[in-house]
């Protein structure tokens, strides 16, 4: 199965993008993980631009969610929500309904102590608005993620590994339930 992997954050030495590269590391046989690299070249979202001649880059977005069998998200919290970015991304998927029915993991992680649970809190607001299927147990938010990392930025935690394993088998789970159903 084919999973599209997005970190929130544009930072070069993101923690999120840390923990998506350990889930790579960490996903179970079957499934194949590719890291979405475009967040930083969509342009901002204005339904003057959404239609059939959206940007490249805005199509380039849409077949690789449309191509993909889930999709997992580890964002940062910005100023208690998600980063401007990753909602722009989120907001060019709502004319295409591409995250309408789509096995959807959310994780958020944070060096502070509430690990981005209101960034979290509000990715599930806008993932329900899309109409995304977030298993219960594919929701995490990391606290003190800085403590969790090795001065490589490997994930040296094996609480944190276990709890994204887990994230992991339930989008697991999701995807193969659809198929199922198919
Ligand atoms: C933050 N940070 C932050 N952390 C948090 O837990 N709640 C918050 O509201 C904010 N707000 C915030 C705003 C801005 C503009 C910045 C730059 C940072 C800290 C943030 O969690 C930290 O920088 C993370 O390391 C960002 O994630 P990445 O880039 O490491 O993935």
């Not at 990715?123 to 800085?146: C, D, E, F, Y």
Request: proline share 6%.
């Amino acid at each position: 199965m084919r999973i599209l992997a997005i970190s929130g954050s544009l930072r070069a030495s993101s923690t999120n993008t840390r923990l998506v590269r350990a889930m790579v590391a960490l996903a179970p046989a079957d499934m194949h993980i590719t890291i979405y690299e475009g967040l930083g070249d969509l342009p901002h979202f204005s339904p003057d631009l959404d239609g059939n001649n959206a940007p490249a880059s805005v199509h380039n977005l849409r077949t690789q969610l449309q191509e993909a069998d889930g999709v997992l998200i580890c964002t940062p919290e910005y100023a208690f929500g998600v980063p401007g970015s990753l909602k722009n991304a989120l907001d060019w998927t709502v004319s295409t309904g591409d995250f309408s029915g789509k096995p959807t993991a959310a994780v958020s992680a944070s060096p502070l102590w509430g690990g981005g649970d209101k960034a979290h809190a509000s990715l599930l607001l806008t993932l329900t608005a899309l109409g995304a299927n977030v298993p219960r147990q594919a929701k995490l938010s990391i606290p003190h993620i800085n403590k969790k990392l090795n001065d490589n930025g490997e994930l040296s935690d094996p609480t944190t590994a276990q709890a994204l394993s887990a994230v992991l088998a339930a989008l697991e789970q999701a995807v193969k339930d659809l198929k199922n159903e198919k």
